[in-house]
């Protein structure tokens, strides 16, 4: 089992390439960008890992490969997700990491915590995992859709759902991003929000696709961050920021003490 | 800029920004002249050019329809960004509302990327003032890298300091994104030729994949290799992001904007919910929404019925009848007579009828739509009727513009630019040239419903409802299903009406009204004239007397009408309005004649519009289903009014 984390890479670019159809060994050794290594590969294909088909140049997960990969990009995805969107930190090999060490557990309860989110920061989909079909254990989550809301209330925003470049850049020029106070005003006949002082007519697939912290969870300062877009959308500096409930759960807090 | 002769060099200054920031008021301030202004995205929706001299500068100024970033996401951005890479203004003014700096500088870390000099005017620091927020515009200034003019524009303080900034300004500090982002951004911008203006920034919306940029760049270059070469490049270096180069990008631009704002802005206190607010909240409340609805239509149509109904009397008394009176006695009976002041002359059914019919009706509800306008009340129509509109297909987006279809159907069918989808715009085009009556079109028919009562205006306007629900879903069901496009509307803030700034809007929108039709309304006197000495109208009668008598149960005397219409719907109404007072309708008639007027021939400006959105074929296709319809629909309103009057 030398080279694991190596191997890895591997797999995960694999099932990257196999959701965008490209499954040829030219484009796994662009992808590994010169890091390419034919004796590992030589490896995935005794492991039972990955098939390989040198003369057609095609190279595939195997079915025991899918698996393991699945389990590696849910991770590394909901790692981001956690990373990058819940903390609003910006540690780039924080993912990278996470995906190796964490055991099924671990990923379920976060994967929970966050509200079983169904993509990545980045908009590719999250692989679910059994926590998500027993989905009853929303009440454990510390994420919930915008739409779960009551009138009136308001909550930050963990992460948006965005199935497609064109809905981030247009939800996003009106500052409905990660960290970002939000305002629940309507729901019927449509949902209108607060954000940064706007008020926003949504859709209501666009309004579910919002996720935000749960407000006992949440360490917002409500009166002061809403209202207005001159206003301090975001934690200002580190310390305890709006991520701290969230870290306090996970039992991430111990450093700060 | 600095031409030691000045008048030969003319400054090409553009002003963009967000939907509904005041660009039209600065063009206002910064020209003199005058180009609409409203509380709502749209409101400009082709660009305004006017000249001026700043500071002994020959000057051409911009007005551009509004938009959120030089990445676009609907045609009318597309349009606005090509303008500004085709012309390469010698200034940039970004209009800035204070009250939405986060989302503005979206753009304006877009704009910066241009290199062009750029000035930001910060509009309506007065309202942040208000709230206890506190913006240094001195430290936005220095952290931006260009000049920040505060400004209330409405009432034109900053103007001269605007002006003043620019003639001094300078190119901006680009944003830094993470050294990965920037890497691969040059790499891109390496496979555009270096003549090619703003390389750095195609390269980067190309990368955002823009959905019309490639398009354009294809044309411009009439087709050279190194287009679809740096589009391969594109998807090739944003491809090693997995995906993730748009959220890398959009990550850095959140930082900066973030940083920005934490220095910039300060809060002194906390804001309390105003009045302005809550009423706000209640427009779109479902069940309250509805009732201030009802209320604002009710409230429009007693002030028609009872204050512009009894000044068109009045000034029809006071100053026609003995004009006509005098001129009577003094021309003697003859075809003189008849030219100038009979049914159809120029005098009676031309001038008269303009002034003293149709502009006091107008004067009063324009009066009334504009405060409506000017508080930014538009907009939260759409929350309201969306789901109504969901069921014809309409994904949301395109309410917007068939609610500015109650202001000007002309107007509103150039904002179809903003969809997305071909299938929503050919419906929203088809939907606004149909049943919605325009602000003019509106003030007059309440005015003639007035005459029977309010029920008589519920009837009709429940049929125009049913009408255009009805023709709505028909498209849904015809037309090819697309994609759902998702629905995201910024709503306007309620501001209080201020009354200098919505007189002079009402005296800009009846001068218009007045420049536009006088004449159509002389010459159109003057041709039913023509045609009926020459036998021509006696002889159109009589064909279509079966269609008009026998089906739509109305007086022959509609032709008349109807052919006006085809001129200027005004015209129409002024003659409906004549033949009520004269006892020639009846009750079911008049509501007959209006659904049909209402419906009947869109405008030409509004078929000029269609014309330009949808070619020639489409455009005159539709205009004939229309007028089917119309007399379809309403010759079974009146067998069902008979019938249901038995």
């Known amino acids: 089992m030398g080279h694991r984390k190596e191997k890895d890479e591997y797999l995960e670019n694999l099932w990257y390439m196999r959701e965008h159809q490209t499954e040829v060994l030219t484009e796994l050794q662009a992808k590994m960008n010169g890091q390419y290594v034919q004796e590992r590969m030589d490896e995935l294909v005794s492991e039972g890992l990955v098939d390989l088909d040198l003369a057609g140049g095609k190279v595939r997960l195997s079915v025991e490969g899918e698996k393991h990969a699945r389990r590696l990009v849910r991770a590394h995805r909901l790692a981001e997700r956690l990373i990058h969107d819940a903390f609003g930190d910006n540690f780039e090999s924080g993912a990278c990491e996470f995906e190796h060490i964490m055991n099924l557990e671990i990923i379920d309860s976060i994967c929970t915590v966050l509200g079983h989110p169904k993509e990545c920061p980045h908009g590719l989909p999250i692989p679910p995992g059994d926590c998500c079909t027993r989905s009853a254990e929303m009440a454990h989550s510390a994420v919930i859709p915008l739409t779960k809301l009551k009138i009136g209330e308001e909550a930050r925003i963990a992460y948006v759902n965005c199935a497609n470049d064109e809905r981030l850049h247009k939800i996003d020029t009106l500052q409905i991003r990660p960290g970002s106070v939000i305002k629940l005003q309507q729901t019927y006949p449509t949902y209108v929000v607060e954000c940064e002082g706007t008020h926003v007519a949504l859709g209501e697939e666009l309004a579910s696709s919002i996720s935000v912290w749960r407000s006992s969870d949440s360490s917002v300062d409500a009166s002061a961050a809403s209202s207005a877009g001159v206003g301090y959308g975001r934690r200002q500096g580190k310390g305890r920021g709006w991520g701290h409930g969230l870290r306090r759960r996970l039992g991430l807090c111990r450093k700060e003490n | ?646």
Not at chain 2, 21 to 31: A, E, F, M, R
Not at chain 2, 152 to 165: D, N
Not at chain 2, 264 to 276: D, E, M, N, T
Not at chain 2, 392 to 416: D, H, I, N, Q, R
């Open chain 2, 1 to 646: 800029m600095k031409s030691a002769q000045p008048q030969k060099v003319s400054t090409k200054i553009f002003i963009v920004g967000l939907p509904n920031t005041g660009k039209s008021q600065v063009y206002n301030n910064l020209t003199g002249g005058y180009n609409l202004v409203g509380n709502y995205p749209f409101t400009t929706v082709e660009p305004i050019r006017g000249r001026c001299r700043i500071r002994n500068h020959d000057c051409e100024v911009v007005d551009t329809p509004g938009l959120h970033s030089l990445l676009a996401h609907s045609e009318d951005e597309a349009e606005v960004r090509r303008l500004i890479f085709r012309e390469k203004p010698d200034v940039i003014v970004q209009c800035i509302d204070a009250n939405r700096l986060k989302q503005s500088l979206v753009l304006t870390a877009d704009l910066i990327d241009l290199g062009l000099p750029l000035v930001i005017s910060l509009n309506a620091v007065d309202e942040t003032t208000r709230q206890g927020i506190y913006i240094d515009s001195k430290e936005l200034s220095r952290m931006l890298g260009v000049t920040v003019v505060e400004s209330v524009a409405t009432q034109g303080i900053g103007s001269r300091e605007l002006a003043e900034a620019i003639f001094r300004a300078g190119t901006g500090k680009p944003l830094k994104c993470q050294p990965r982002v920037t890497g691969a951004i040059e790499e891109v911008t390496g496979g555009i030729p270096d003549t090619t203006p703003f390389r750095r920034l195609i390269a980067r919306l190309l990368m955002l994949k823009d959905p019309y940029l490639f398009n354009d760049l294809q044309k411009d270059s009439d087709g050279s290799a190194w287009v679809s070469g740096v589009q391969d490049l594109s998807a090739q270096v944003t491809g090693r992001f997995n995906g993730g180069f748009a959220w890398d990008v959009n990550r850095s631009r959140s930082g900066w904007i973030d940083e920005m704002t934490g220095k910039v802005v300060r809060r002194h206190q906390v804001a309390l919910k105003g009045l302005s607010q809550t009423f706000a909240d209640a427009t779109r409340h479902p069940l309250f929404g509805v009732f201030i609805l009802m209320g604002i239509l009710l409230g429009m149509y007693y002030l028609v019925v009872n204050v512009a109904n009894n000044l068109a009397g009045w000034m029809d008394a006071a100053l026609w009848v003995p004009v006509h009176a005098r001129l009577d006695t003094w021309i003697g009976p003859g075809i003189v007579n008849e030219f100038l002041i009979g049914d159809y002359g120029i005098l009676s059914l031309g001038i008269a009828n303009a002034f003293l019919t149709v502009l006091p009706i107008l004067s009063v509800f324009f009066l009334a739509f504009n405060v409506l306008e000017d508080i930014g009340y538009i907009p939260n129509l759409c929350v309201l009727t969306r789901r109504i509109f969901e069921k014809v297909g309409l994904s949301g987006s395109a309410v917007m513009p068939l609610v500015l279809g109650f202001g000007c159907k002309t107007m509103a069918t150039l904002t179809t630019k903003s969809l997305r989808s071909q299938r929503e715009r050919y419906i929203a085009i088809y939907l606004i040239a149909f049943a919605i009556p325009c602000a003019a079109q509106m003030g007059l028919n309440m005015s003639i419903l007035g005459h029977i009562g309010v029920q008589a205006f519920a009837i009709a306007f429940g049929v125009l409802a049913g009408t255009e629900i009805a023709a709505g879903m028909i498209l849904n069901q015809i037309l090819a299903k697309e994609a759902c496009v998702d629905y995201i509307q910024e709503l306007p803030r309620m501001r209080m009406p201020d009354a200098a700034a919505i007189l002079k809007k009402t005296y800009f929108r009846l001068k218009s009204f007045l420049d536009e039709s006088v004449m159509v309304f002389v010459y159109a006197a003057a041709g039913l004239f023509v045609a009926d000495k020459i036998g021509l109208l006696g002889g159109l009668k009589v064909v279509v007397q079966p269609v008009i008598v026998g089906f739509l149960g109305l007086p022959l005397e509609m032709v008349d009408a109807l052919i006006l219409c085809m001129a200027r719907h005004e015209a129409a109404a002024a003659l409906i309005i004549d033949l009520v007072g004269s006892g020639k309708l009846n009750n079911i008639q008049c509501i007959v004649a209006v659904t049909l007027t209402t419906m009947f021939v869109p405008c030409m400006a509004n078929i000029a519009a269609m014309i330009k959105e949808l070619g020639l074929k489409s455009a005159l296709l539709m205009t004939l289903y229309i007028n089917m319809s119309a007399f379809l629909i309403a010759g079974t309103l009146n067998w069902v009014l008979i019938w249901g009057r038995l």
